[in-house]
């Protein structure tokens, strides 16, 4: 099954934590809190609202980047750029049942499983106004990191229902969306469409 992970931008939706609860409802496979924008106490009282929806409908919710806060809300659970993971000593690492590390190339996954990823985000694949003018990187990326290591593979970047075969051809497990998940009227017809799409 291609598993579909919500990657949050509060700044993209008008009620965050509504709209977190729709996708959570809708039975997202998992919910990554991002908000690069926030300090770690601010990051963390955030978290722990989040962690009240995603419990509720027993979706998995990975912190991003600020690892105290993750072990002070006991989340288990933490995704960090790869720059960040290697700055981890090995008992720091070991606080944490599942890391996801950000990925760029095939040298950086090796990197990334080495240094005891649980799986990895790629990206980003496809254009997307999250990283407006910079070229993505295309499937070729997903399978140069699909052949170097054996962790579970995220595609991220403009990923969208249509493309779900040709990501998954192209050896990603799943996919990350953001902003369209955020600005959905019906997170729940979204799902729908990419589970319609995963065939």
């Known amino acids: 099954m291609f598993k579909l992970i919500c990657v949050t931008d509060r700044r993209h939706s008008e009620d965050f934590l509504a709209q977190l609860e729709k996708i959570a409802a809708a039975g ?5 809190l991002r908000e690069k924008d926030l300090g770690e106490e601010a990051y963390q009282s ?22 105290r806060a ?19 000593s090995a008992p720091e690492r070991s606080a944490f049942a599942v890391i996801g590390a950000s990925c760029h190339s095939a040298e950086e996954a090796r990197a990334a499983e080495a240094l005891g990823a649980s799986y ?6 496809y254009a997307t106004d999250c990283k407006k003018g910079l070229p993505p990187r295309g499937t070729a990326l997903l399978r140069e990191i699909r052949a170097a290591v054996s962790l579970p593979v995220y595609a991220i970047g403009g990923v969208t229902p249509e493309r779900v075969a ?25 799902i729908r469409e990419w589970r319609d799409n995963d065939v």
């Open 46 to 67: 955030l978290a722990a609202k989040v962690m009240a929806v995603t419990e509720k409908y027993g979706v998995p919710l990975t912190l991003h980047n600020f690892t």
């Open 28 to 32: 997202i496979d998992g919910v990554i």
């Open 166 to 190: 040709e990501l998954k051809k192209a050896g990603a497990d799943g996919g990350c969306v953001m902003s369209a998940l955020a600005q959905a009227e019906d997170p729940a017809a979204l």
């Open 120 to 125: 990895i985000t790629a990206g980003h694949i």
């Open 70 to 88: 993750a072990r002070n809300l006991n989340t288990g659970r933490i995704h960090l750029p790869l720059a960040k993971l290697r700055a981890l």
